[in-house]
């Protein structure tokens, strides 16, 4: 089962819903992610789709998080995935208000509650810095900065934006030490991951760049050099 803690500086792989990171292909690259974080000793986290999870967690050992979670009590609630019901699947954590997957602010709050409560850890995306801030304060494991019209693209935040980051690293640690920051949008390689620490970030959390390459090892070693010194 998928260890529950995370090591910082940390690469997070989302896998969004991409076709070809579903069902099959969601295990093959979780696995491939777990395979390169032992050759390599890197901390890797993986965000298969919701309906992956599971099984997922079931084979890899590296944390696994779910990408979005509902706020509502385990029970008598329809259709919904709960906090309690993602840890009894197996996961470490979950991305909160992604940029494709946004919450109200109460959400967030009723979330990041929630998973701290189940020994959940939490990722809460934000767009800049004043829902950053907001977020930081709401003392979550993480706070990850995307902004949005650089997600999917071919530039990495690290460059198109450096001054987001190091801004929301700064302000960051004025609210709380005890939450990590992560940036991501764009990011594709070792550089950008190492620019990502420089900028004083724990990490990345990236998407298009693993599960659209061709040869998916050599990026995620070629991402893996850039946390070393
Ligand atoms: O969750 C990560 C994501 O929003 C960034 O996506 O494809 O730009 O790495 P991508």
Redesign the pocket.
């Known amino acids: 089962m998928g260890t529950l803690s995370v090591r910082k500086p940390v690469i997070?792989v989302?896998f969004?819903t991409y076709p070809e990171a579903s069902g099959q292909g969601a295990l093959a690259i979780a696995a491939l992610c777990e395979q390169v974080s032992v050759e390599t000793g890197a901390s890797i986290v993986v965000?298969p789709p919701l309906m992956d999870l599971a099984v997922v967690a079931s084979k890899v050992k590296i944390p696994v998080f779910a990408?979005h979670l509902d706020g509502v009590p385990s029970g008598s609630t329809t259709g919904h995935v709960t906090v309690e019901n993602a840890k009894a699947s197996g996961a470490a954590g979950t991305?909160v208000n992604?940029?494709?997957r946004r919450l109200r602010i109460s959400e967030i709050h009723e979330l990041i509650d929630r998973t701290r409560a189940s020994g959940l850890l939490s990722i809460v995306?934000t767009n800049n810095l004043a829902v950053s801030r907001a977020c930081a304060a709401m003392e979550p494991d993480f706070v990850?900065i995307?902004p949005p019209e650089?997600?999917?693209?071919d530039i990495s935040v690290t460059t198109a934006n450096p001054k987001i980051v190091a801004d929301t690293v700064e302000s960051i640690k004025t609210i709380s030490r005890n939450v990590g920051v992560l940036c991501?949008?764009?990011?594709?390689n070792g550089r950008d991951v190492a620019k990502a620490l420089e900028l004083g970030a724990d990490g990345v959390?990236?998407?298009?760049?693993?599960?659209?390459a061709k040869d998916r090892k050599a990026v995620l070693l070629d991402l893996v050099s850039g946390l070393k010194d």
């Not at 650089?150 to 693209?153: F, H």
């Not at 991501?184 to 594709?188: R, Y």
């Not at 959390?205 to 659209?212: E, H």
């Open positions: 997070v989302n969004k965000a990408q991305l992604h940029s494709e995306c990850a995307e650089l997600i999917g693209g991501g949008a764009g990011v594709k959390l990236l998407a298009s760049g693993v599960v659209k």
